[in-house]
């Protein structure tokens, strides 16, 4: 196993100052609600990436990506949106410090080395770009003592992607990574960003994620093209209905009045969703998770037929799951058109059915199927 201490001491001749460790994430429903001022439910998982880092003196930044054998260097100063996008992780953040801190920037300018190595699957859905952001900023935060809370960090985290990764994405990732509890799932209201923590015991069930293995190109697009679509309903309603603020006051009547077409497919389902999320925490406060399951498969649906992120491969696993009685919920998850399915099955059943739905994927999609038996873990934090 790849020791990141040895791999930055053979780079840099010079020991880290500290290592830290940022998990991806699951999100159990609540699916393109974060940027609508909805809620998400999302959990940090088994799976991480891991920061090396040292301060440097001459205001350059050396960034060894272990896993690509690929390294960058950098004058601190001036940074700019860079073609490698996983430089634009590095930076984007450090960019992000010298946004906000400008106190501090003296301190950071003098430049650090960083090595950046993982084990969560690239494109896979899980967010290892945002696990990538929150380990440097993290790092940066503890090698500086520059104070920041988990929750700032998780904003600085998102507005580095909106500016140098070029998604504008919501919070729920960062959020997620930063503050992951293990065997919890976190409630965020995507409004007011209070949270809440909930427990969850699966019991005689796994929570099993099936990677389609694909990454259509038009993720980023269209999920930018999705924010624009629903901030045009929001809009619209506004019109009519002037008390309105966000998402959260809007009712399916006022949708069903005010839109129609794709504005109205996208609108009625961000609704529906946010309502779905709150009814489903219920669920899992009363251990219901049969009902619990439903609702997953109903969030598929809806993001499928309505929100139309899904793609072919990604309906196909969920489908080939819907009707199994070991299958208590299923459905694509993440910013969508390919990525992992997050499924709730009988552990005696995990082996059975991936094994058949690893050869119904593979003979239908001609692809490979990858799963992952997924734990609920801590969130980024310093590796001793
Ligand atoms: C991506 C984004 C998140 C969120 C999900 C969809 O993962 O990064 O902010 O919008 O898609 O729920």
């Known amino acids: 196993m790849l020791s990141i201490r040895s791999e930055f001491f053979n780079h840099f001749n010079q020991h880290p100052s500290l290592v830290v460790k940022s998990p991806g994430r699951i999100n159990l429903i609540g699916e393109h609600t974060d940027y609508n001022h909805g809620f998400v ?6 799976k991480y990436i891991e ?21 960058i260097i950098l004058p601190i100063h001036n940074l700019a949106p860079h073609a490698t996008q996983w430089v634009n992780y590095i930076i984007g953040v450090v960019d992000q410090v010298f946004n906000n801190l400008s106190s501090n920037e003296t301190r950071l300018a003098a430049g650090f080395n960083i090595c950046v190595h993982g084990n969560i699957p690239l494109g896979a859905g899980l967010s290892s770009s945002a696990a990538v952001e929150c380990a440097v900023l993290f790092a940066i935060n503890k090698l500086y003592n520059f104070s920041l809370s988990k929750m700032e960090m998780a904003l600085m985290a998102q507005n ?6 070029g998604v504008q994405c919501g919070l729920m990732d960062m959020f997620a990574s930063l503050h992951g509890q293990k065997n919890k799932a976190i409630l965020l209201d995507c409004d007011s960003l209070a949270f809440t923590y909930y427990p969850i015991e699966l019991k005689d069930y796994s929570i ?10 038009l993720a980023s697009s269209q999920y930018n093209t999705r924010r624009l679509e629903c901030e045009q309903g929001l809009r619209i309603i506004q019109e009519k209905y002037t008390s309105v603020k966000t998402f959260r006051d809007i009712s399916l009547e006022q ?4 839109l129609v077409s794709k504005i109205y497919q996208r609108c009625k389902y961000v609704v529906e969703e946010i309502a779905r999320v709150q009814l489903a925490v219920q669920d899992l406060a009363k251990g219901d998770m049969q009902a619990f399951g439903k609702k997953m498969f109903e969030t598929h649906v ?7 992120v899904s793609c072919p491969e990604l309906d196909f696993l969920v489908e080939a799951v819907a009707s199994n009685e070991n299958v208590l919920g299923a459905r694509m998850m993440g910013g969508g058109f390919g990525g992992c399915t997050i499924n709730i099955i009988r552990k005696i059943a995990v082996e059975e059915i991936t094994k058949e739905l690893s050869a119904k994927y593979n003979q239908a999609m001609h ?18």
């Open 51 to 71: 920061v090396a880092i040292a301060k440097r003196t001459d205001g350059a930044i050396h960034m060894v990506a272990l896993d690509l054998g690929e390294t």
């Open 41 to 46: 439910l999302p959990a940090a998982i088994d």
């Open 302 to 308: 809806g993001l499928s037929k309505l929100y139309e």
């Open 255 to 258: 949708v069903e009045a005010c």
């Open 208 to 217: 099993v994620l099936f990677d389609t293995q694909i990454k259509h190109a």
């Open 160 to 165: 580095a992607e909106h500016t140098f990764a």
């Open 367 to 384: 692809k490979e199927l990858s799963y992952y038996i997924t734990s609920i873990e801590a969130g980024t934090h310093l590796v001793s």
